[in-house]
Nanobody, 124 residues
Framework: QLQLVESGGGLVQPGGSLRLSCEASGFTLDYYTVGWFRQAPGKEREGVSCISLNSGVTNFANSVKGRFTVSRDNAKNTVYLEMNSLKAEDTAVYYC?????????????????WGQGTQVTVSS
């Protein structure tokens, strides 16, 4: 069964940090570009960041530049999203998604596999 599983979400105070993980099972992430998306209550899904299969990084959301870092460890079949200086407006369910090919797309329809999401809540 091909699936992505996110983990690492939780409750954190403003200014804090979290590291989200996206682990693939049933397929090898080496051949996939992986995007991170988020959806806050009452809002549309938003592309956050992406790492291509050759480790090129694209940040879709200006609001996370300088604070969020995406990386991959192909040996662990896992992609990470390191989130620092978290703000209340970062509160959302975060999803990872994978697509074959080199290109990062901000649109979620371009991705083939999705995780179930992990909740990130930034609150004091």
């Amino acid at each position: 069964q091909l699936q992505l599983v996110e983990s690492g979400g939780g409750l954190v105070q403003p200014g804090g940090s979290l590291r989200l993980s996206c682990e693939a099972s049933g397929f090898t992430l080496d051949y996939y570009t992986v995007g991170w998306f988020r959806q806050a209550p009452g809002k549309e899904r938003e592309g956050v960041s992406c790492i291509s299969l050759n480790s090129g990084v694209t940040n879709f959301a200006n609001s996370v530049k300088g604070r969020f870092t995406v990386s991959r460890d192909n040996a662990k079949n896992t992609v990470y999203l390191e989130m620092n200086s978290l703000k209340a407006e970062d509160t959302a369910v975060y999803y990872c998604a994978a697509r074959s090919g080199y290109v990062c797309y901000a649109g979620g329809n371009e991705y083939d596999y999705w995780g179930q999401g992990t909740q990130v809540t930034v609150s004091s």
